[in-house]
């Protein structure tokens, strides 16, 4: 059942990625082999991230952004796991490594999570320890992954506390979870995640149970800590405000897969798979007032064991075309640069091999 | 085909539906062995605000701000510390909801009715839709036996749910089709005011909008009134007629939906809308951000003076000492701040936002 270490010999294969790229994931596929069958929570993403660049994935509840994000860390619970697919990632010296051949409880996976790659999460109440001073979680990290005596990283916490903002940083290094309000302790996660300073930091959902002007201020931190430390963001999100103001790159992600990708300004202004115009107008806009409708999708989002065949979308779309998104998985299909979509609209063009332009 | 919000019912000649005066909600602390009241949380204090036939009236805040428990003390789950909650019933003309007891109230619980934010937990999982829905009708005697089915499939076809799923239970239901199963169960004893406590904020971006549309369908057909409790300023900008935001237990500012979002009187209705993520690459970094700086005053604690003070902007030394009254600036227009004249605040568009149509 655990993926073997064989995959470990490529990591000399450095031509997998370039050098600007820190992280790279192919065609990643993990499964869920439930009692009932099997639910393909990630079937085939791909996606791709620059150094000191914010990807954000955004996708609505049960498209698998999440499990994305966990399959990097290889913290997929049981009875999840990665089917096929690479998760390349540059390590700090220049090497690449596949975090997706690696075991999940292995040696190597451990120095990279919490080290090279860290990860905030969504309520910040569940995923600190009640019983443990917010310092010596801090401390936990550090400890783990630097040469440093107990009494330097308990510097090193005191300065990662000042660093997130939080006020008095050396009295509430003895603080616990509870004793913080919302803000503050997501203040403390991300101390805790940048605590050693990693290359990538994975943040999934991070602001979504916070007030929106708690919100503001979480997102000017991440900005800020990213600009001073050149670290590249993972955001997860399905708020597609956020993703504007944050992100470099984003994929869009349905049912698994990753329907578009491209740079902030062609997901927004020149979408093109009909699920991201779909989500970018059933938003309400203040610019909207003239339209008091909304648009919305039809029908919902299937069963996970009533995947669709052909493009999952094509039971929702308004595009379908019959015989074809029904039966045929559309393919990634290049737009301009960076900007690739997945979508028979666009692809069908493809067949002409002469006439690479997209119809639209 | 949605009326939009500068018609109808911002027309102040309509009489208010209910309106709320001076409400305050207390619980108290208790500590040690005797549970000793050692203080209270002033969860509602001093709100007064009035609702028109067939509005949409939002109130929004940061949590804890004591929205959810008006809404609650509007549909009497809690009993109201003090203050008055006046509603024009159809036949008995004024009635305070306030100082009624559980029996008196009980026709009035069949006018006021609930939508709750949790689709997963505000259904109970041992009872069908028919059960789930039906239950209001008949413990009222409304129905029973085959009418009450009948009933119970026509509300789920307002809501736009398939009668043929009567016999199901919500597990078989996603998160947006159990929503529009509880506002079918709002619906069962044709309310006139309904108290949506954050119904959308569970949902995702494409179910919000389908549920966001019905609520407006049917506010439009049945002639509704809302109070829609929410915290996502781009859905109360566009399901409102008009809107209140709370800080700690008050109204803050009270408002036209337009008004308030385009020119705020109040220094933490400008921090709100100033923080709200817009959605367009292009706007980011422009305009300029107004972070709050500090928490939420404690309830149970709150500072001298205007409660906002310690993280307003343009605190002065009156804003320490005394406490603004809600004023009415101008008709239909409320604010609690000493400066609001004063003050030259900025509404949503020239935070940043393209130039509406």
């Known amino acids: 059942m655990q993926p073997t270490h064989t995959k470990l010999d490529h990591v000399d294969d450095t031509a997998k990625i370039d050098n600007q790229t820190l992280l790279d994931v192919k065609d990643l596929k993990t499964h869920f082999f439930t009692d009932e069958g099997v639910v393909k929570a990630v079937d085939g993403v791909n996606l791709s991230l620059k150094r000191g660049e914010t990807l954000c994935v955004v996708g609505e509840s049960g498209c698998g952004k999440s499990v994305t994000a966990r399959s990097i860390l290889r913290i997929v619970p049981s009875p999840g796991e990665i089917v096929s697919g690479e998760i390349n990632f540059q390590q700090r010296d220049g090497e690449v490594i596949d975090l997706a051949g690696m075991n999940p409880k292995g040696r190597e996976i451990r120095k990279i999570r919490g080290g090279e790659v860290s990860m905030i999460f969504q309520e910040p109440m569940s995923s600190l320890s009640p019983v443990h001073t917010i310092g010596s979680q801090i401390m936990e990290a550090i400890l783990l992954h630097l040469p440093v005596s107990r009494q330097e990283a308990r510097k090193r916490a005191v300065s990662m506390l000042d660093l997130v903002g939080i006020p008095r940083p050396s009295e509430q290094l003895d603080a616990y979870s509870f004793e913080l309000s919302g803000g503050m302790r997501q203040r403390a996660m991300i101390a805790i995640a940048l605590a050693c300073e990693p290359q990538l930091l994975i943040a999934d959902e991070p602001t979504t149970a916070l007030d929106v002007t708690t919100q503001a201020n979480i997102l000017d931190l991440i900005r800020d800590l990213q600009q001073d430390s050149g670290m590249s963001v993972l955001f997860i999100t399905h708020d597609l405000g956020v993703v504007a103001e944050i992100a470099d790159d984003v994929v869009v992600m349905y049912l698994g897969r990753d329907v578009e990708s491209g740079d902030v300004d062609s997901i927004f202004h020149d979408a093109k798979h009909p699920y991201t115009r779909a989500l970018l107008q059933s938003i309400p806009r203040y610019d909207s007032r003239e339209n008091r409708r909304l648009y919305s999708i039809k029908g919902t989002v299937p069963h996970p064991f009533g995947r669709p065949n052909g493009c999952p979308f094509h039971p929702r779309c308004d595009d379908f075309i019959a015989d074809r998104c029904d039966s045929i998985d559309p393919p990634r299909h290049s737009i301009k640069g960076e900007h690739s979509v997945r979508c028979l609209l666009y692809s069908a063009a493809d067949e002409a091999p002469s006439n690479k332009d997209v119809p639209s | ?357």
């Open chain 2, 1 to 357: 085909m949605n009326s939009k919000p500068e018609i109808m019912p911002a027309d102040s000649s309509i009489e208010p539906l209910l309106e709320v005066r001076n409400l305050h909600m207390q619980f108290p602390i208790r500590r040690g062995a005797f549970r000793r009241t050692v203080g209270f949380i002033k969860a509602v204090n001093d709100v007064s605000f009035h609702i028109r036939h067939g509005e949409t009236l939002s109130l929004v805040g940061e949590s804890g701000c004591g929205k959810t428990t008006t809404g609650r003390c509007i549909v009497r789950v809690y009993e109201p510390t003090s203050g008055q909650i006046l509603y024009k019933a159809e036949e008995q003309g004024r009635i305070d909801l306030a100082e009624l007891d559980n029996r008196d109230l009980r026709p009035f619980r069949r006018e006021i009715r609930m939508i709750f934010q949790d689709p997963f937990s505000s259904l109970n999982p041992r009872l069908s839709i028919l059960q789930i829905v039906g239950e209001s009708l008949r413990v009222n005697r409304v129905a029973s036996g085959s009418e009450l089915e009948e009933r119970v499939a026509s509300l789920l076809k307002r809501v736009g749910l398939r009668p043929e799923y009567i016999r199901r239970y919500p597990h078989a239901f996603s998160g947006g089709e159990r929503q529009r199963i509880g506002i079918a169960r709002a619906l069962a004893l044709n309310p006139r005011l309904i108290v949506a406590d954050e119904a959308v904020s569970a949902l995702d971006v494409s179910v919000q909008a389908q549920i966001l549309n019905l609520l407006q369908d049917l506010q439009e057909e049945l002639n509704l009134t809302y109070l829609f409790i929410a915290h996502d300023l781009s859905v109360v900008e566009h399901i409102s007629h008009r809107v209140a935001v709370m800080y700690v237990g008050k109204i803050v500012e009270l408002a036209t939906t337009e008004d308030l979002f385009t020119n705020p009187l109040h220094p933490y209705t400008e921090a709100l809308l100033s923080a709200v993520p817009k959605p367009d690459p292009r706007l980011r970094n422009k305009g300029v951000r107004i972070r709050l700086e500090g928490e939420v005053a404690d309830p149970s604690n709150p500072p001298s003076g205007c409660y906002f003070h310690p993280r307003c902007p343009y605190v002065q030394d009156r804003c320490r000492q005394e406490e603004p009254a809600v004023r009415e600036i101008k008709k239909d227009r409320w604010v609690a701040c000493h400066f609001a004249e004063e003050l030259d605040l900025r509404g949503f568009e020239a935070i940043g936002s393209t130039p509406s149509v």
